[in-house]
């Protein structure tokens, strides 16, 4: 693949075949089915009915020799998503470990899949099922091959910009600690030598479906709920948080999942509710409930790095949806701009620069990528910059920046009641 056009970030001081950004994928580690699912290989699902085709089914899961969770994923992941979204699934050896998982560096597991699904992948999910003599230990609270994970998982995403099929990734917090204050706050973890880690694109889910948990046993009991999230992005526009309360409701009481919400510690929310609202500040994602209604929702998207706002109002992605935005926007501009490579324009004589007239229609090119995006209730605003002193000659290089303005979120609200004896 030939780099022509690239696009960078600024670093600051129901079918939906026309929505691409809502296709998901999973890797995780699993057993191969005799005439069903094979390991190390690239499957695209549009329905469960797909995965049990495969012989991916409850039994799967349950059953004791493998104690695990892949179908399930799959099933909460269509609960949310539209039938027909399409989802990419791998399975790697057992024994693989996490950091295989994710590192890849040959290419076998997370990075193949993405290569796999040439880019159709936006929202990836990360899951692990340890193997039956897996040796679970914590570290700052999280289950350790986990909090080492997170910033492997940035790095992921750095590779798949790199390689121009952009994902977010949704990483299985499996094996949550039971003490809050323990747990490390995900908006602050330390980077080495100094300063703070920015996993921008990488939100940690430790919510699960706690009755689900309960059919299992060992560690499979600590397993987190990526399907369910990655799923809740599919049902999204580009724009929504997936905990919009409206929307969202992750309980299906008929068919008796996520009637129970717990952590990945596999106890309920209930008994341990003092902890919600600190993991809620360190940025951990699970389901939570609102008062005066019924079921669950997510309690945000929140990504695994400080909030930063700089001097010039460059912001950095904070939330899974702005990454999200981002990554579909650069998508967009990337195959609109893609267009312009190897075409011929003209210069100013004078000059040897581009013509005021060229500098303005490349301008409008990446300008009607954004109003598109507005007009699709996507961002609030977009504006392309073309550097006019762009070496077209020698460099033959068009420099453009960009700049985006998403939408706003109400995540709290605020208010004051008086009683009075008039108004």
């Given at each position: 693949?030939?780099?022509?056009?690239?696009?960078?970030?600024?670093?600051?001081?129901?079918?939906?075949?026309?929505?691409?950004?809502?296709?998901?994928?999973?890797?995780?580690?699993?057993?191969?089915?005799?005439?069903g699912?094979?390991?190390?290989?690239?499957?695209?699902?549009t329905?469960?009915?797909?995965?049990?085709?495969?012989?991916?089914?409850?039994?799967?899961?349950?059953?004791?020799?493998?104690?695990?969770?892949?179908?399930?994923?799959?099933?909460?992941?269509?609960?949310?998503?539209?039938?027909?979204?399409?989802?990419?699934?791998?399975?790697a050896?057992?024994?693989?470990?996490?950091?295989n998982?994710?590192?890849?560096?040959?290419?076998?597991?997370?990075?193949?899949?993405?290569?796999?699904?040439?880019?159709?992948?936006?929202?990836?999910?990360?899951?692990?099922?340890?193997?039956?003599?897996?040796?679970?230990?914590?570290?700052?609270?999280?289950?350790?091959?986990?909090?080492?994970?997170?910033?492997?998982?940035?790095?992921?995403?750095?590779w798949?910009?790199?390689?121009?099929?952009?994902?977010?990734?949704?990483?299985?917090?499996?094996?949550?600690?039971?003490?809050?204050?323990?747990?490390?706050?995900?908006?602050?973890?330390?980077?080495?030598?100094?300063?703070?880690?920015?996993?921008?694109?990488?939100?940690?889910?430790?919510?699960?479906?706690?009755?689900?948990?309960?059919?299992?046993?060992?560690?499979?009991?600590?397993?987190?709920?990526?399907?369910?999230?990655?799923?809740?992005?599919?049902?999204?526009?580009?724009?929504?948080?997936?905990?919009?309360?409206?929307?969202?409701?992750?309980?299906?009481?008929?068919?008796?999942?996520?009637?129970?919400?717990?952590?990945?510690?596999?106890?309920?929310?209930?008994?341990?509710?003092?902890?919600?609202?600190?993991?809620?500040?360190?940025?951990?994602?699970?389901?939570?409930?609102?008062?005066?209604?019924?079921?669950?929702?997510?309690?945000?998207?929140?990504?695994?790095?400080?909030?930063?706002?700089?001097?010039?109002?460059?912001?950095?992605?904070h939330?899974?949806?702005?990454?999200?935005?981002?990554?579909y926007?650069?998508?967009?501009?990337r195959?609109?701009?893609?267009?312009?490579?190897?075409?011929?324009?003209?210069?100013n004589?004078?000059?040897?620069?581009?013509?005021?007239?060229v500098?303005?229609?490349?301008?409008?090119?990446?300008?009607?990528?954004?109003?598109?995006?507005?007009?699709?209730?996507?961002?609030?605003?977009?504006?392309?910059?073309?550097?006019?002193?762009?070496?077209?000659?020698?460099?033959?290089?068009?420099?453009?920046?960009?700049?985006v303005?998403?939408?706003?979120?109400?995540?709290?609200?605020?208010?004051?009641?008086?009683?009075?004896?008039?108004?």
């Amino acid at each position: 693949m030939l780099k022509k056009t690239n696009i960078t970030r600024g670093v600051p001081g129901p079918n939906v075949s026309g929505e691409p950004f809502r296709v998901g994928g999973l890797i995780t580690t699993g057993i191969a089915v005799v005439g069903g699912v094979q390991l190390n290989t690239s499957y695209r699902l549009t329905s469960p009915a797909d995965a049990e085709a495969l012989l991916l089914n409850s039994a799967y899961d349950l059953t004791s020799s493998n104690n695990m969770v892949v179908y399930r994923h799959i099933v909460d992941y269509y609960d949310e998503a539209p039938e027909g979204t399409a989802f990419w699934l791998r399975l790697a050896p057992q024994a693989t470990t996490l950091a295989n998982l994710i590192d890849d560096a040959n290419i076998e597991f997370a990075r193949k899949l993405i290569v796999d699904a040439n880019g159709e992948i936006y929202n990836l999910a990360i899951g692990f099922n340890p193997a039956s003599g897996y040796s679970e230990t914590l570290t700052d609270g999280i289950n350790a091959d986990v909090r080492a994970a997170i910033s492997k998982c940035e790095a992921l995403y750095a590779w798949s910009v790199d390689n121009m099929r952009e994902v977010y990734i949704a990483l299985e917090g499996r094996g949550l600690g039971t003490n809050a204050a323990s747990c490390a706050d995900l908006r602050a973890l330390p980077a080495s030598p100094s300063g703070l880690q920015r996993n921008e694109h990488v939100t940690l889910v430790v919510g699960q479906d706690w009755d689900f948990a309960e059919t299992l046993t060992g560690h499979a009991r600590k397993y987190a709920g990526v399907g369910k999230y990655i799923g809740t992005i599919g049902a999204c526009n580009l724009a929504q948080d997936p905990g919009e309360v409206a929307s969202f409701n992750l309980t299906r009481e008929k068919n008796s999942r996520w009637v129970t919400a717990g952590l990945s510690n596999h106890v309920k929310n209930k008994d341990q509710e003092a902890m919600l609202a600190t993991l809620d500040t360190k940025s951990y994602v699970f389901a939570d409930t609102h008062p005066e209604t019924t079921g669950y929702r997510w309690n945000g998207d929140h990504t695994c790095t400080p909030i930063v706002v700089d001097s010039n109002d460059n912001m950095n992605e904070h939330k899974g949806t702005y990454c999200r935005v981002m990554n579909y926007t650069t998508r967009r501009l990337r195959a609109q701009l893609t267009q312009e490579v190897r075409t011929t324009i003209s210069a100013n004589p004078a000059t040897g620069k581009m013509t005021v007239g060229v500098q303005k229609y490349l301008t409008g090119k990446g300008n009607d990528v954004f109003d598109d995006l507005v007009a699709s209730g996507y961002i609030s605003g977009g504006e392309t910059y073309v550097d006019g002193n762009s070496d077209i000659f020698v460099a033959q290089q068009v420099n453009y920046s960009f700049d985006v303005v998403p939408l706003g979120t109400i995540a709290k609200i605020q208010g004051k009641i008086n009683l009075k004896t008039s108004i």
